[in-house]
Structures are given as structure tokens and as C-alpha cells.
């Protein structure tokens, strides 16, 4: 049928992740470069919402598979892979956020501007892009963490909820305040825009 798109199925996408970490856990490289393609790049852009610094993030990430690596020979299946890296990933991310100021007040987050410039034939786009990106950089550290994993990494409340440690009707509602506070920032900003055109 056109269109039509196959599901994997769970428990085989599982099966498949245990023979790969089984094979990294006997020293396949190959395996485990596998393993890094699947995940880096997302555990890359999530360690980068977090920390909002590339080079940062990049050590993460780097930390995080490397646990894996060291994980691989005891793994049980008691979380999917996804997962248990993006909780490593942000207790990582985590940890580096109170060494960069000595303690971190886990409900806020400093604001740090990314420094991408967007291409002149975009501006409107690029504008659009900055005012969510500042309205996300104002969230406290725990909504953007919940608002990055949810909508960006794509994960499941259930996955979002254990990657943070908390309940998913915890995480539900610090999904739903952040989503609150996205919303009435991004209207207030468009407000401002509007007195100064006017």
C-alpha cells in the first residue's frame, strides 16, 4: 500500500538494542559506533538545551556513551536505551551546571544567548526562532529540561519522567507550566512588537 509506514515493534527494537550492547560488551567497536550514530546526535542536542554550550555538551555526550561503553557487560533491560542515555546525559549536564556555579538552583537557569546568526533571507524566520529560543532560555532549568525532552527529543512523558526522576504526573505538570509560561512570553513579546511597529 503507498504510504503506508511500518511500526518497529518494541520488543524486537529492544532485542536488537540488547545484541548490540552485548556485542560492545565483547569489544565490537563497530557496534558500539552504531550505538553512537543512533544516539549521539540527539544526546547532542539535548546536552546542548541544557548546558546552551557546545563544547560543554559535546564532553557530555562524550561522558555519557562512554558509560555505556562501561555499562554494555552488566546491562539488564530495566529502561529502553534512549532512555537510560538521556538520563545519564542529564545527570551529566547537571553536574557540570552546579561545578560552573559552584551550585545550581535546580528551578532556574541562567540565561545564555546562542550566538548563531540567521541568514538574511530568513530574518522573519531567524526572528520567530530567537524569540522561542530566549522564551525557552528564561524557563527555569527543570521546565526547559521537560520542554526539551518532550517536543525535542520526542521522548514519552512516561521516558521524560524517568529520565528526570520524577512521576509522570510530576512531569505532566512541569510540562504543562512551562508550556504556560512559553505561551505568555511568547504573547508578551508579541505585544512589544507590536507597540514599537505601531
Not at 567497536?29 to 552504531?34: D, N, S, V, Y
Not at 550566538?115 to 520567530?128: L, P, S, Y
Amino acid at each position: 500500500m503507498a504510504g503506508t509506514v511500518l511500526a518497529i515493534d518494541p520488543d524486537e527494537a529492544r532485542a536488537n538494542e540488547l545484541r548490540a550492547l552485548r556485542a560492545v560488551a565483547a569489544g565490537d567497536q563497530a557496534a558500539f559506533a552504531q550505538l553512537v550514530a543512533a544516539h549521539g546526535p540527539a544526546l547532542l542536542r539535548f546536552a546542548r538545551s541544557v548546558l546552551s554550550d557546545l563544547a560543554e555538551a559535546e564532553d557530555v555526550v562524550q561522558e555519557s556513551l562512554l558509560k555505556l561503553w562501561e555499562a554494555a557487560a552488566t546491562w539488564t533491560q530495566q529502561a529502553r536505551l534512549s532512555t537510560w542515555l538521556h538520563t545519564v546525559c542529564y545527570n551529566r549536564a547537571v553536574d557540570r551546571l552546579r561545578a560552573r556555579r559552584g551550585f545550581v538552583e535546580i528551578s532556574e537557569l541562567e540565561n545564555h544567548a546562542d550566538e548563531a546568526v540567521a541568514a538574511d533571507g530568513a530574518m522573519i524566520r531567524a526572528e520567530q526562532a530567537a524569540g522561542l529560543r530566549m522564551a525557552m532560555e528564561a524557563l527555569p532549568h527543570r521546565q526547559l529540561t521537560a520542554v526539551t525532552l518532550f517536543h525535542l527529543q520526542e521522548l514519552s512523558q512516561s521516558d521524560c519522567a524517568a529520565v528526570m526522576g520524577i512521576s509522570e504526573s510530576a512531569f505532566e505538570s512541569l510540562l504543562a507550566r512551562a508550556r504556560r509560561r512559553l505561551r505568555a512570553a511568547l504573547s508578551e513579546g508579541d505585544r512589544l512588537e507590536d507597540t514599537h511597529d505601531g
